[in-house]
């Protein structure tokens, strides 16, 4: 259970998520006048907060007892090496990238995508949402979307534009995955690419935060969900944070239960993220936001920058991929290859 089921006021559940106790623990450690200062309430409050804390806690523990293998309980390295294996990707529709990226996106990891304005992060955001629900037989996972947009700039015209596309290249993805399909007619519809991507729209931190605290419900209930994207995750993160081990805390608790969301439900997370300026060794060079903390939130990491007038992206970090660079194209029907020769690589 998390804060959004104590039984108390939703000014008071709304103050302990800007406050950043999102989850019963974060409250537990707390001491009642900690929690008071914290959420502005007095002391009496704080500690009726403390007490239904504990009994919900216990009342969660009770519940989860016939789970507890599951919480406790472990399996080898080599179920974990086989698992790897069959660890399925959703593509991005460039080969290139796709082969650097070990054949997509991977289920069950948090990828984080960041560059400068203009590179093409919304248009790779959109590419998998709707990438993710090819079907199975054409080498695709056949699942849905959820879309968090904290910026507004989702295009339901572009998700329009790029559905039609691949539904028009759908056979050359069996060709791409090497799967042994006879060409038929695809049974698809751009409208049912449209009505199986969930979006939220969100206006605040607390409100991205209260979501991603709520999408355990949400895909329980729907379970055919395959890739959650968060457009981006920096946007309400960059602004009106005097305290910064507050905002520390709270991205670290928000990557947590995305970790647990991608591991429990078999899917894929993609945070994408801006640029901030950092002063390094006397110069002031280009960094992905949010800071050095943040760089180990994710599993992988993949910076996209300008070379010349081509975009390429580079995997910075990631226990799996070794660091390589791909050139893409956005282009009128998605995500592409790049038909630029060029070879130099500069990095941002």
Same mark, same amino acid.
């Given at each position: ?80 090496? /086989?698992?790897?294996? @069959?660890?399925?990707?959703?593509? &991005?529709?460039?080969?290139? #990238?796709? %082969?650097? *990226?070990?054949?997509? =996106? ?89 009505? /199986?991507?969930?979006? @939220?729209?969100?206006?605040?931190? &607390?409100?991205?935060?209260? #979501?991603? %605290?709520? *999408?355990?419900?949400? =895909? ?129």
């Amino acid at each position: 259970m998390e804060v959004g089921m104590l039984p108390i006021s939703a000014s008071k559940r709304g103050k302990l998520l800007a406050a950043g106790y999102t989850s019963l623990r974060s409250i537990s450690r707390a001491s009642a006048s900690q929690l008071a200062t914290d959420i502005e309430v007095s002391e009496d409050e704080a500690c009726e907060i403390l007490k239904y804390a504990s009994q919900t806690s216990a009342l969660d523990r009770s519940i989860g007892n016939s789970n507890t293998s599951n919480l406790y309980g472990g399996q080898t390295a080599w179920t974990m090496l /086989n698992e790897e294996k @069959f660890n399925t990707r959703i593509t &991005t529709s460039c080969v290139d #990238l796709d %082969n650097i *990226l070990g054949g997509g =996106i991977t289920c069950k990891e948090v990828t984080e995508l960041g560059g400068v304005p203009g590179i093409g992060k919304t248009q790779i955001g959109i590419q998998l949402a709707v990438n993710v629900q090819i079907p199975l037989e054409y080498g695709g996972l056949g699942g849905k979307a959820i879309y968090i947009d904290t910026e507004g700039s989702f295009m339901v015209e572009r998700v329009l534009q790029i559905a039609e596309a691949c539904i028009e290249d759908m056979p050359e993805y069996s060709h791409h995955f090497h799967n042994n399909v006879q060409d038929c007619e695809v049974k698809m519809h751009p409208n049912s690419i449209l009505e /199986n991507i969930f979006y @939220f729209r969100v206006c605040s931190y &607390t409100e991205q935060i209260a #979501l991603v %605290n709520y *999408l355990d419900k949400f =895909i329980e209930e729907h379970k055919d969900v395959k890739i959650i994207i968060i457009d981006s995750v920096t946007f309400h993160f960059r602004q009106d944070f005097d305290d910064m081990a507050l905002r520390t805390r709270l991205l670290n608790e928000m990557a947590l239960k995305l970790m647990k969301l991608a591991r429990k439900f078999c899917l894929a997370v993609v945070l994408l993220n801006q640029v901030t300026t950092k002063y390094i060794e006397g110069s002031y060079q280009l960094t992905l936001a949010l800071g050095d903390s943040w760089s180990h939130s994710c599993t992988n990491r993949i910076i996209l920058f300008w070379n010349g007038d081509e975009r390429h992206a580079y995997i910075d970090k990631s226990p799996s991929l070794k660091s390589a660079s791909a050139a893409y194209s956005v282009t009128t029907r998605g995500i592409r290859n790049s038909n630029s020769s060029c070879k130099r690589i500069k990095m941002v």
